[in-house]
C-alpha cells in the first residue's frame, strides 16, 4: 500500500495541511515542526509526486477563485500568492468577478462551475451573501480566505485583535475622542469583528464609542476622504481615526491635507492591512501578509483535493503593528514605535 499524506500526518502528530506545507517550505509552521514532518516524510518514504500536484487522473487541474474584485491592492494581493502555489503545482486557475459584497454580488451560476473545477477559493465574501451555500453545495474542496465556514478551511487574521490594537495604539497616544471608518452598512465578519476589537479597546479604557463620530468609507480610497470629510463636519470632531483598511486611511489623509490638518499632529490615523503605499504615505498600519494568506488558502486547498481525508483548518496569520508618523509626529515615531513594537509584534494583534 502506498504512502498518503495522512500516513505522515498521523505518524508526525501533526494535520495534513500543516504536512503540505512543511514539505513545501511555505510560512506558518514551526521550524521544529518541520523537520519533524521532514524525517517522517523520509523514514515513510513519502514523496510529493508531481502527479498527485496535477491532482487525480480525470479531474480538471482547474481551481476557481471567487473574488469581489481583482483591481483592488488586497484582492490581487491574495490572488498573486494563490496564483504563485498554483503554477509551481502546474494546476490551473479561473478567477470570477463577481462585485461588490455590499450588494448582491454576481457569484457564478453552478453550471458554470460543475465540471470545470476541482475546488474553490473564496475570497472575503459574507457567509449569508447569496447562493454562497448552493456553490458549496457542489461538494467541492474549498478555501474561504477572510472569513469562515463550517465544514470548510478558512485562511483569516485576528480580526478582533487587530482592530484592538490599532484602536488602543491611539488610545496610548493620549486620544479619548477616537472616531471610526468602517466598510459598508452591510458589515462582513471581518468588519464586524474589527469594530468589535474598536469597541473593546475603547471600552476598556473607560471611553464610550461615540456612534456620532462612525462613517462608512465602502473599502476605497474616495470613500475613506469622503467619510473623513464627514466626520470633520461634526461639531466636535474626533482627534484620532481607526481606519478598517488602508485604502480608506489613505483616503481619510487626503481629506486631512485638504483641510490643512497635519495627520499625525493634529489628528491620528491607524488603520488595518500593510499595503505597500502605506510606508510611502508614512500610514501607521496593522500589517496582515496578504500574499502569504494566497499561497496558505491554495496549498491547504490544493492537499485536500490529493487527499479527501485531510481535516479543515482555520489557520490565523499573524500581524504586526506598524508605527509611523499618520499616528505620531515625525519626531515621535521612533521612540513610540520602539516602545510598542514589541507588544504589538507578530502574534498580539
Known sequence: ?????????????????????????????????????????????????????????????????????????????????????????????????????????????????RGRVDGLIVVTLPTDAMRVADLLMLGLPTSFIGTTWEGSTSVTIDDISAGRVATQH????????????????????????????????????GLAPDGSLEAYGYFSVQGGEDAMTALLSRPNPPSAVFVMSDDMAFGAIRALQRHGIRPGSDIAIASIDGHELAELLDVTTVRQPVVDMGRTAAEALLARMVDDATEPEEIISPTTLIVRGSSVPQERTAQVAGSQGRSASSGDA
Do not use: C
Not at 80 to 105: I, K
Not at 192 to 205: F, I, K, P, T
Open 1 to 113: 500500500m502506498s504512502i498518503t499524506i495522512r500516513d505522515v500526518a498521523e505518524a508526525a502528530g501533526v494535520s495534513t495541511a500543516t504536512v503540505s506545507r512543511a514539505l513545501r517550505g511555505l510560512p506558518h509552521v514551526d521550524p521544529e515542526t518541520r523537520e519533524r514532518v521532514r524525517q517522517v516524510a523520509a523514514e515513510l518514504d513519502y514523496v510529493v509526486s508531481p502527479s498527485a500536484s496535477r491532482l487525480a487522473s480525470g479531474r480538471t487541474g482547474t481551481i476557481a477563485v471567487i473574488t469581489p474584485f481583482i483591481d483592488r491592492w488586497f484582492f490581487s494581493s491574495v490572488l498573486s500568492g494563490v496564483s504563485d502555489v498554483l503554477q509551481e503545482r502546474d494546476v490551473d486557475l479561473l478567477v470570477f468577478e463577481v462585485g461588490d459584497p455590499g450588494t448582491n454580488p454576481g457569484l457564478p451560476p453552478e453550471r458554470r462551475l
Open 170 to 205: 491611539l488610545i496610548n497616544l493620549g486620544h479619548k475622542r477616537i472616531g471610526m471608518i468602517s466598510g459598508r452598512p452591510r458589515a462582513s465578519t471581518s468588519q464586524s469583528h474589527r469594530a468589535q476589537g474598536y469597541r473593546e479597546a475603547m471600552e476598556g479604557a
